[in-house]
């Protein structure tokens, strides 16, 4: 079946310890993103990456790092979260044909206390 | 920069209405248009995809369309559902290396 993968689901964390919100998807898809979703906010950029070693800043880079390393897979890390990185979190894939559209994965809630 | 909006934010029916969700874009120049279904504190489930060249799509009781040069798209629930109760996106992928997404219309389908 084709998908994206994330996980954990569901994380606590305290502030300041590092953490990292796997993603992978079977697709082939030269093309990842990852979101934030706060209520009243909707979905907000974080970082994107057009293929392997390549990656760039969305709308709201602050606090988040990525790799692109392998072509499945594209790691999201907080190497020091705040409480205001308490979001819900996204991550899609697409080729960069743009003609299958986006798949999500199923999201990761994380909460900073 | 490509701005989507989707309006209303909210909407609630009695069921069995037929019911249209609207979104707008503000540059015609896109690749494809998509909707996705989002149950609360849930992943988005992709229902329909237009692309450029396309005017709608069908997917059982649900049909999209999409007037580029007016920059529109409406999502059309036919017979609708408890179940369709949930909030709709729109996504618009444009010339760069974004997609842009609308805030969403919350639906509610009384029972």
């Known amino acids: 079946e084709a998908q994206v993968t994330q996980n954990p689901r569901y994380l606590i964390t305290v502030t300041g310890k590092k953490l990292t919100v796997t993603c992978s998807q079977n697709m082939n898809h030269e093309y990842m993103s990852w979101y934030r979703q706060d209520p009243g906010l909707g979905l907000r950029q974080i970082y994107y990456s057009m293929n392997v070693e390549v990656t760039d800043k969305g709308d709201v880079p602050e606090g988040y790092k990525v790799s692109r390393k392998e072509k499945r897979n594209f790691p999201l890390i907080l190497e020091s979260p705040s409480p205001n990185q308490t979001s819900l979190y996204f991550c899609?894939?697409?080729?960069?044909?743009?003609?299958?559209?986006?798949?999500f994965g199923s999201g990761t809630r994380l909460t900073v206390v | 920069k490509q701005e989507v909006t989707q309006i209303p934010a909210a909407l609630s029916v009695p069921e069995g209405e037929n019911l249209v969700l609207n979104c707008s874009f503000t540059?015609?120049?896109?690749?494809?248009l998509q909707w996705f279904r989002q149950d609360p504190g849930k992943g988005l489930t992709s229902l329909l995809l237009i692309q450029s060249s396309q005017r709608e799509q069908t997917s059982g009781r649900l049909n999209a369309s999409l007037d580029k040069s007016s920059g529109r798209s409406t999502l059309y629930i036919a017979a609708s559902q408890p179940g369709d109760s949930a909030t709709y996106l729109c996504a618009v992928k444009s010339a760069g290396n974004q997609f842009y997404f609308g805030t969403g219309t919350s639906l509610t389908v009384i029972p």
């Open positions: 899609a894939s697409s080729s960069t044909q743009w003609l299958h559209g986006y798949t």
């Open positions: 540059d015609s120049a896109i690749y494809n």
